[in-house]
Nanobody, 117 residues
Framework: QVQLVESGGGLVQPGGSLRLSCAASRRLFRFNSMGWYRQAPGKQRELVAR???????DYATSVKGRFTISRDNAKNTMYLQMNSLKPEDTAVYYCTAGTGLIPDDYWGQGTQVTVSS
């Protein structure tokens, strides 16, 4: 049973920063990919960032240059550093992991990020 537990969400003003964390119950190298999805009310779920076992990263166009995905294998933890946050970044953010290149086999419970003044 794989467990992914997110933390770090909250309320932040536009232009602010947050760092999300995802603690995994399994060693990270056992996943071929890990990622962060988000879903806002009334919108489709979106893959925001992905990191592969080899360390390659990619990002949705909407967050490129503002968000950074990383992982600490020693701590079995993945991160999403979010800078220059905008109101349109408001969503529930999900930590995910996968056995293939698409990280969608395992999901965390989600953490709310709200960007508002």
């Amino acid at each position: 049973q794989v467990q992914l537990v997110e933390s770090g969400g909250g309320l932040v003003q536009p232009g602010g920063s947050l760092r999300l964390s995802c603690a995994a119950s399994r060693r990270l190298f056992r996943f071929n990919s890990m990622g962060w999805y988000r879903q806002a009310p009334g919108k489709q779920r979106e893959l925001v960032a992905r990191i592969t076992a080899g360390g390659n990263t990619d990002y949705a166009t909407s967050v490129k240059g503002r968000f950074t995905i990383s992982r600490d294998n020693a701590k079995n933890t993945m991160y999403l550093q979010m800078n220059s946050l905008k109101p349109e970044d408001t969503a529930v953010y999900y930590c995910t992991a996968g056995t293939g290149l698409i990280p969608d086999d395992y999901w965390g419970q989600g953490t709310q990020v709200t960007v508002s003044s």
